[in-house]
């Protein structure tokens, strides 16, 4: 009897267990934010921990996301290191935008609705952009709505090709805000329950009604701001063109001469006599040296200014004339919020940033002043004038020609 052995060898292959290495996520928020990892739901925040502590989190990159209802959710992306605990705090939130628009292509007739946020523009396709609400949408209908705005002011700015306006809005609680904005005539108009509100005699106590942007001078390519207040549209900084030349060669020859007192006319801008600002003209409002279709204030439009910015004083006050201080502070709401002396910095409320000019005897820092193209009596010119240690604007009249003073240059607008 044959027996047969059979000899099974066993070969046994160590096997490794290599568990991954991981980490975890510690959230800090209010209880009952929903939170995700990945688009993986792993639980609400709650007060027992002071948000939600997620384990066993692979290492490397992840997308993590917060959820808040009626808010825009967080995401952000975190990077996990082994056996290390990663800290996310949660920001504040931003209310939830819904947009919607709706009508056809062309420019329709402005209607009111309750309840959102409307904007018309000419053209329709224009770009809207609200920043502090996290909005950047491009209008191409004739009504472009919002929801859920949160009651506040917000600075609001529309683009059209190389175009540009700001204006601010107020939202207010079950109230509609409705704005149109006109590119043609460079306005942003704010409607409310039928009332076009530009236009008018602007409170200083309540300045939401003013518009901003910028132009280009097309004789030398210069671009300049703009700021509207009330019914003037003036330029935010002093004009610089001209070819320079030193103070006692700015002559009646044919030419644009300037001189740079501060040594610097890109930054400060640029100087001139009454004559060559004037271009050698008498006749008030002249366009002198500003660009076609604005010209040199007259003294009107500078008291009319006067008054729009003083938070005391109205424009029946600020017309008579003479030498004296005018109001109770209109020059601190214009003059800019630095490069004044001995602080006398500004607030600039409308952005118009009046700036010291380097004159005479007067210290760096302490002196600004214009000419305004009215006569005052034969030989005499009127200089609304800002210092650094006066909260209003000071009315010289002045004999001194020679002397060089920058411009702010006004549109042509009918002054009301």
């Excluded at 709706?102 to 018309?120: A, F, M, V, W």
């Excluded at 409308?350 to 002043?369: C, E, M, R, T, V």
Aim: charged share 20%; aromatic share 12%.
């Amino acid at each position: 009897m044959k027996f047969h052995f059979y000899c099974f060898i066993l070969i046994v292959t160590p096997i490794t267990l290599i568990s991954q290495s991981t980490g975890y996520i510690q959230i800090k928020a209010e209880s009952g934010l929903s939170v995700f990892v990945d688009d993986f739901f792993k639980g609400k925040t709650n007060s027992e921990f002071g948000g939600l502590i997620i384990s066993d989190v692979s290492v490397g990159s992840h997308i993590l996301k917060i959820i808040k209802d009626g808010y825009q959710p967080q995401i952000v992306t975190v990077k996990i290191i082994s056996g290390q605990v990663y800290i996310y705090e949660v920001k504040n939130f931003e209310h939830k935008i819904e947009i919607s628009q709706t009508g056809s292509e062309d420019e329709g007739e402005i209607s009111i609705k309750t309840g959102k946020l409307l904007i018309q523009s000419l053209p329709v396709n224009i770009k809207i952009e609200i920043s502090s609400l996290s909005i950047n949408s491009l209008k191409t209908k004739d009504r472009w709505e919002t929801e859920n705005i949160p009651e506040g002011r917000f600075l609001v700015s529309f683009y059209y090709n190389s175009q540009k306006l700001s204006s601010y809005i107020v939202i207010e609680e079950k109230v509609l805000t409705h704005i149109f904005v006109n590119f043609i005539e460079n306005k942003v108009l704010t409607l409310k329950s039928g009332i076009i509100s530009d236009g008018h005699f602007i409170d200083i106590n309540n300045p939401d009604e003013y518009a901003f942007g910028s132009f280009t001078d097309l004789r030398d390519g210069k671009k300049y701001k703009w700021v509207k207040v009330g019914d003037l549209t003036w330029m935010a900084e002093n004009l610089n063109i001209g070819i320079e030349v030193s103070q006692s060669q700015q002559l009646n020859n044919g030419q644009i001469e300037k001189s740079c007192p501060t040594g610097n006319c890109t930054k400060d801008g640029a100087g001139y006599k009454w004559g060559e600002v004037m271009q050698y003209s008498e006749e008030e409002k002249a366009q002198g040296v500003c660009p076609d279709g604005w010209h040199v204030p007259s003294l009107n439009e500078w008291l009319y200014l006067a008054a729009c910015a003083d938070t005391e004083n109205n424009y029946e006050y600020y017309k008579y004339k003479g030498s004296l201080g005018r109001g109770k502070d209109a020059a601190l709401n214009l003059k800019s919020k630095t490069g004044w002396a001995e602080d006398g910095n500004g607030k600039d409320v409308f952005g118009i940033n009046i700036k010291p000019f380097l004159y005479g005897s007067w210290k760096a820092g302490s002196f600004a002043g214009f000419w305004a193209s009215s006569p005052y009596r034969k030989g005499d010119r009127w200089t609304p004038s800002f210092t650094n240690t006066s909260n209003w604007i000071i009315i010289f009249s002045s004999r001194v020609y020679d002397a060089v003073l920058p411009v702010r240059c006004v549109k042509n607008t009918k002054l009301n």
